[in-house]
Each structure stands twice: as C-alpha cells, then as structure tokens.
C-alpha cells in the first residue's frame, strides 16, 4: 500500500497523554514545526510559518514516549501523514496527523541519554522455538580469558557543555546559502 512517508523536524508542544487501551497502549501530543529563512535584509534568521501536527505512536513507543517527551524538547518524528477533513460546528475543518513509526531527540539542539527498555520475553515464544527445534542461542562471554591482558581504552576528552569541539581533520562543508 502506498503511505505518504514523513520525517518532521520540530518542539513538543503539548505535553505527552498516554492511554491503556484494549488494543494497546497508545500516546498522543502536538508537535509544533516552524520553518526557519535567512532575512537577507537583516542579516539574521527569522521564523516562518509554524505547522501543528498531532503525534500519535502506539505499544512500545508509546509508553517510551510517555517516559521520555516533555514540552519544549526538540524532536525528530518519522511515520504516516494523515490529512482529515471534517465539518465540526459548522465550520469545515482540516487537521494533519502523523501515525509515529521512530521519534528521537533531536541531537543537533541538545544532548540525551539513552536508556534501552527491558522487555519481557513471553514465555510461549521460547517454549514454540524450542518445540520446533530451534536451539537456544547462549549468551555471549564478555569477560577476559584469563592469561590475557584486557585492552587498554583511551579516554576520550570531556569538553563542557556549550564549548566547541575542535579536532584535527579536513575542513568541514560549508552549507549553500539560501536562494529566495
């Protein structure tokens, strides 16, 4: 089937409403994306137009969302657009929704620390793996063999929040200049 695939760059600006339904857990919220220009006369950037989209993402990333989204923080929403046109009072209204397959900080206006949710593996799907003759996959051995010396790790330097990180190595692109 064909889907009108998006990836929407923006802020939460609601926050996040999670619901225990019968098919799921399932998150809602507003996200507010506004498009930024180079005011040429100004020498400065300014806001374009701001687009309100509502978010919704079901089961497991709902629940992280829940856990993880507050208003203000930037954010990168990939899923489905949905577009819907309804007459509501008498007045003819049109409202985009995007169904979220991955949403994530946006790392180029902040930083974040990732913590991986434990999931419970039900008990019917190793027992159907086992059945059928699927061996049972071990896990891996992170220690050291003994006699053997571990590698030794280089730190790597810590530079304080809000100070450039200079490192040797080709100059970087510059961007191409907006043309209006």
Known sequence: MNETMVCAVGNVATQPVYRELSAGASARFRLAVTSRYW???KSTWA???TNFFTVWANRQLAMNVAASLNVGEAVIVQGRLKVRAEAREGQNRTSADIDAVAIGHDLTRGTSAFRRTA????????????????????EPDWHTPAGQA??????VEQTPVGQPV????????????AVT
């Open 119 to 138: 999931r419970a593996e039900p008990a019917t799907a190793v027992a159907t793996a086992t059945a059928v003759g699927a061996p049972a996959q071990p």
């Open 150 to 155: 571990p590698v030794e790790q280089t730190p």
């Open 47 to 49: 806001d374009g137009h």
């Open 39 to 41: 005011d040429r006369e």
């Open 166 to 177: 200079t490192e040797p190595g080709p100059p970087r692109r510059r961007r191409p200049a």
